[in-house]
């Protein structure tokens, strides 16, 4: 151990960008000595989940289905929680009640040119145990799609997203009062019908392409991983972003029984028109019977078929009718109370419902997290104490739409606000490269512990492992340049699908979100065939990536409960501030080029020199170019920050020494309570222009993506809209929040001179 860590620190020393090894280096908020001692603990634990009990935990917890409602969730909830009492944790089960909608009709059907009726059926296959459960499967359906029955033509609009209906008006190609069928993927699947809806249509199909999760990519279930010809991806449609996520009848509450509740006709996450999701076996013949142009190149699939866009002449009939139901949701929640500073808490979560027997999601994920709970448990039966409050919790109802975890948040927001120091989300879990992402003043407090971890396979830190992997990715030699100089890994920013969504971008508090993955295909998602046999089969076998997300999750946990300053940092999250601020500025510059130089070729009239009478096209209409805004206020700011960032650094190293004697526990309680606030000053209680439950000003999930995140949004979103009045109000408002923060760094950095003296 001692010579492996002295290699790898002349190693260090050699080559920038490569982390000291675990031993040698102080952790940032420990005195050298207290470092030491966390250290041994955190070694312990890494030493104790096991990939037997993690396969055990999955069967166990995939065995039937188990959404929202189901008896096996209910009783999932009851094992779990019986776990935690059992590994010595003080907890119990909290229950919401949610409205949870579930199919009374699904048909669809082709009605011209040919007959035929989809089947939305998902077979049992016989060498797949878990695959015949059908009294208790959930049927394949979108959640919150509006009842409807609607007749019209069926036009294909690629992903649906709003740049491909900009192209298909370029083909002179309308969705007025017509179904459109989209492709699965690059975006929430909830944008598909919200911009159809937007754009006239009057009924949604988003169907898996075999080029995109299925037959195009490997072998299909059982033989391989991938989507077979029936296979369905299940989801929410909610249009969580442009609203809440959450229950769509309890904004700002959590859903109690004595919530005051919206009328479900004035709910606006519910889509506008009805959405059913459906299997290529199911979309072909559909796709097959359409004619008009032929889609652009990229939207073509790899079905056997000329890929048209229409409309029609295909015509479809859809009709879905739900029943509008109130469920229960049952979140777990287990706590190790802090010994020194019980009010500072350290939240740990991943959701326990799935859409079927949900073995990869979510119990992958799931599994994983009790077995933290399971070493942390067993820690403490060997004298560790945790300096703060740790709580585990197992969410329900993610699939919905994060139904516990918002509930839960909401319900708990006063006392979250006051003593929450993060949240550390996980979900899925498979084989291969640590994804992180989250709050950028826990950049360098995550590439430490990522630092710590050893990757299963190669037997190096999954941090370099990580490093060298996104080198042999980039781009470009600027972005190789930037891995091997800078000091820590860039944290991806989150938008949003998972549990982590209420506590950063509704309660202002610093997120993590955890997984490995990326090594295997797959296409199961949401789909009766995501079960233990597939996982067993086909993603992390022998456990080993789920023992290295317990111990990246429990080294993460443990070292922010028992850090004696909090392991904040604000250079990185300056230097991300300068990077989003010169992406805005870009942004804005591009778009000014693109339409300047529109405008000139339709002058030219490049447009009717290139029409093919045959293939007609329409022109695009002149726009007036995009004014310059004033991005100085931002600038300004993110130099305050800088600075700030700069001075709190030196601060902190000359106070390291000094810390954990006990002789500034009043001083550096009052530090960590700023550094628990710097999220919160990022945060506005007016809220996103039109989403005001989004309170936070540098992350949010795009209104138009969904899952990616839009960082500065209210800039962002204002240039990508084309409201530049409001994007330049929003600079200022962002700068304001910035200059708060480096206020609050300023001041921190200068209480923290006082114990370095
Ligand atoms: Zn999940």
């Given amino acids: 151990m001692r010579k492996i860590a002295a290699i790898a620190l002349i190693f260090a020393l050699l080559k920038p960008g490569t982390r000291l090894a675990a031993q040698e280096a102080a952790m940032t908020g420990y005195s050298p000595r207290a470092s030491q001692i966390e250290r041994e603990w955190e070694t312990k634990m890494r030493a104790i989940p096991d990939p037997a009990i993690l396969r055990e935990t999955m069967r166990r917890l995939s065995a039937r289905p188990h959404h929202v409602g189901s008896a096996y969730d209910k009783e999932n909830a009851g094992w779990i929680l019986a776990r935690f009492q059992e590994w010595g944790w003080d907890a119990h089960i909290e229950r919401f009640d949610v409205l949870f909608p579930t199919p009374k009709t699904r048909l669809l059907e082709m009605l011209a040119p040919v007959k035929f009726t989809a089947k939305l059926e998902e077979p049992a296959l016989a060498v797949d145990p878990t695959t015949n459960q059908k009294s208790e499967q959930l049927p394949t359906y979108n959640a919150y799609s509006i009842d409807g029955d609607v007749t019209g033509p069926l036009v294909f609009v690629n992903y649906g997203l709003p740049e491909d209906y900009e192209k298909l008006e370029r083909l002179g190609v309308s969705v007025k009062g017509a179904i459109v069928i989209a492709k699965y993927y690059h975006s929430w699947r909830g944008i598909k019908p919200k911009v159809a809806a937007e754009h006239g249509a009057i009924g949604c199909l988003i169907y898996s392409e075999p080029k995109d999760d299925g037959y195009t990519r490997d072998e299909v279930f059982p033989q391989g991983p991938m989507r077979n010809p029936d296979g369905v991806q299940r989801g929410s449609a909610m249009d969580f972003p442009s609203s809440w996520p959450g229950d769509p009848l309890t904004p700002n509450v959590g859903a109690t029984p004595e919530a005051k509740r919206l009328a479900l006709e004035d709910a606006p996450s519910i889509t ?167 709050s950028h003043t826990l950049e360098e407090f995550m ?157 030219e009239g490049v447009f009717q020199a290139t029409l093919d009478p045959r293939r007609p096209t329409v022109a695009p209409s002149k726009e007036a170019v995009p004014p310059h805004l004033n991005f100085a206020p931002l600038e300004n700011a993110v130099d305050a920050l800088t600075r700030s960032a700069e001075h709190y650094r030196r601060a902190v190293l000359r106070a390291l020494p000094a810390l954990g004697g006990g002789d500034h526990a009043a001083v550096l309680e009052a530090i960590n309570h700023q550094l628990i606030d710097s999220e919160r000053r990022l945060t506005d209680p007016d809220g996103l222009p039109r989403r005001p439950w989004y309170k936070h000003l540098i992350y949010a999930p795009g209104v138009y993506t969904g899952y990616d995140v839009k960082t500065m949004p209210g800039i962002r979103e204002g240039i990508e809209q084309k409201r530049y009045a409001e994007a330049e109000q929003e600079i200022a408002r962002v700068a304001r929040a910035l200059e708060a923060e480096a206020a609050l760094i300023e001041n921190a950095a200068g209480e923290l001179e006082q114990i370095g003296k």
Avoid: C
């Fill in 272 to 438: 506008k028109i009805p959405v059913q999701p459906i299997s290529y076996g199911d979309a072909q013949p559909l796709l097959a019977a359409l004619k008009g142009p032929m889609a652009p190149d990229a939207w073509r699939g790899t079905l056997p078929i000329p890929y048209h866009v229409g409309p029609g002449p295909a015509k479809v009939h859809l009709k879905l009718e739900f029943n509008w139901d109130i469920k229960p949701v049952y979140d777990v929640i287990a706590k190790l109370p802090g010994a020194l500073a019980p009010d500072e808490w350290i939240i740990r979560g991943n959701h326990h419902d799935g859409w079927v027997n949900g073995a990869e999601d979510p119990v992958s994920g799931q599994a994983a997290l009790l077995e933290e709970a399971r070493a942390l448990g067993e820690l403490r039966k060997q004298g560790w104490s945790p300096r703060r409050t740790i709580l585990y919790t197992a969410w329900d109802g993610e699939e919905p739409m994060l139904l516990g975890s918002t509930e839960w948040a909401e319900q708990h927001a006063e006392e979250l606000q006051k003593h929450a120091v993060a949240y550390i989300n996980s979900d899925t879990n498979d084989r291969g490269l640590l994804n992180m992402g989250g």
């Fill in 447 to 603: 590439n430490g512990v990522a630092g710590d971890i050893e990757d299963p396979e190669t037997k190096m830190s999954v941090w370099r492992r990580m490093r060298l992997s996104r080198i042999a990715e980039a781009r470009n030699a600027e972005e190789r340049q930037e891995l091997r100089r800078r000091a820590d890994l860039r944290l991806e920013a989150l938008g949003s699908g998972t549990d982590f969504t209420a506590f950063l971008d509704h309660l202002g508090i610093a997120s993590l979100n955890l997984g490995y993955g990326g090594e295997d295909e797959q296409g199961i998602y949401h789909s009766i065939y995501d079960d233990f046999y597939w996982y067993t089969h086909f993603s992390d076998r022998d456990f080993v990536y789920g023992r290295a997300m317990a111990q990246t999750g429990g080294t993460a946990v443990m070292r922010l409960a028992d850090a004696d300053l909090l392991p904040f940092e604000f250079r990185d999250f300056a230097d991300t501030m300068r990077k989003y601020t010169s992406e805005l500025e870009k942004l804005l510059a591009d778009q000014q080029a693109v339409i300047r130089e529109r405008n000139e070729e339709l002058e």
